[in-house]
């Protein structure tokens, strides 16, 4: 299915981390406001929740207790506030320039507003004893580049879909009928070339949170986050730890070596979340013909 395929688009493409100039720190891809643009907000959520899902329990990318969070930092905000921004700067018939435009000024919104509901909820938790104002101040401007990026390849993606089938440039959520098998091969592709190889090129520097809890703490990774160690954290960590058998995206034993266990871990994350967000597009598509 489309949604499928796209999830296992966007798994891959988050395997990219990429280096901010000047600062010793990376970022990602999200992807939640392309995949929102493409399925519309409720089938983006679904997938954006398939693919976190998939990099918690299998790859232990964000621990099982911070699934929520993640779930609506990257999900609900990317879809229900990036999304309905990025409708509205676009307009009912945008142009390509003003498509591209909103796809910027949406993302790094949503990039923006997903950094402060970081914040906001690690204060909240009290796990971590980081100062809520240093924090914010290095978490917002680390994101505002990482914004930038995924907007322009949010704008780029969307153009070159709407060129390929121009009914998605008029707006409203793509189907997999609409998409065309040709199109759907060369997302397929697209993603098995991501993880498969691209992924080697990801940058070692720290992501945008982990550098800016280096910076407030002084002690890099999340060493840097001393707080209390629950029951319930102990007892999803040593789930994780029996779920995840590639963790970190690489064999358990690093003489397996480095570059197989990336392209193995892009691909069978890319498969997997494929599988899952195929499901629930199947069991979506499914209840919407109703019965018989």
């Known amino acids: 299915s489309l949604m499928g395929v796209l999830g296992a688009f966007v798994f891959t493409a988050q395997?990219?981390?990429?280096?901010?100039p000047g600062t010793g720190s990376s970022g990602h891809l999200v992807g939640g406001l392309l995949l929102a643009v493409l399925l519309g907000p409720h089938a983006a959520l679904v997938v954006m929740t398939s693919i976190l899902a998939v990099q918690a329990l299998f790859f232990a990318d964000g621990g099982l207790l911070a699934l929520g969070a993640n779930i609506a930092n990257m999900g609900l905000v990317p879809c229900y506030v990036a999304y309905p921004l990025y409708r509205?700067?676009?307009?009912a018939d945008p142009t390509p320039a003003r498509r591209a435009a909103a796809a910027v000024a949406a993302a790094v919104a949503g990039c923006e507003i997903g950094a402060l509901g970081v914040v906001l909820e690690t204060t909240a938790s009290g796990i971590a004893s980081l100062p809520?104002?240093?924090f914010l101040l290095l978490m917002l401007p680390i994101h505002l580049p990482i914004g930038l990026v995924e907007g322009g390849v949010t704008?780029?993606?969307v153009s070159y879909l709407a060129q390929a089938r121009p009914e998605w440039a008029a707006g409203g959520p793509a189907s997999a009928a609409g998409a065309g098998r040709g199109l759907l091969a060369a997302v397929a592709a697209a993603a098995v070339v991501t993880g498969g190889c691209l992924a080697w090129t990801a940058s070692d520097l720290p992501d945008g949170l982990e550098w800016s809890v280096a910076r407030v703490t002084g002690t890099a990774g999340e060493a840097g986050v001393a707080g209390a160690v629950s029951r319930a954290h102990d007892l999803f960590s040593g789930l994780q730890e029996?779920?995840?058998f590639l963790p970190g995206y690489a064999f358990r034993s690093?003489?397996?070596g480095e570059r197989l266990g990336t392209s193995v871990s892009g691909l069978v994350g890319?498969?997997?979340t494929l599988a899952l967000a195929g499901l629930f597009g199947w069991a979506i598509?499914?209840?919407?013909?109703?019965?018989?």
């Open 270 to 272: 890319g498969g997997l």
């Open 254 to 256: 690093p003489a397996a």
């Open 155 to 157: 704008a780029a993606v």
């Open 132 to 134: 809520a104002g240093t």
């Open 15 to 20: 395997m990219i981390n990429f280096a901010i």
């Open 242 to 244: 029996r779920t995840a």
């Open 88 to 91: 509205r700067l676009a307009g």
């Open 285 to 292: 598509s499914r209840r919407r013909a109703g019965p018989g």
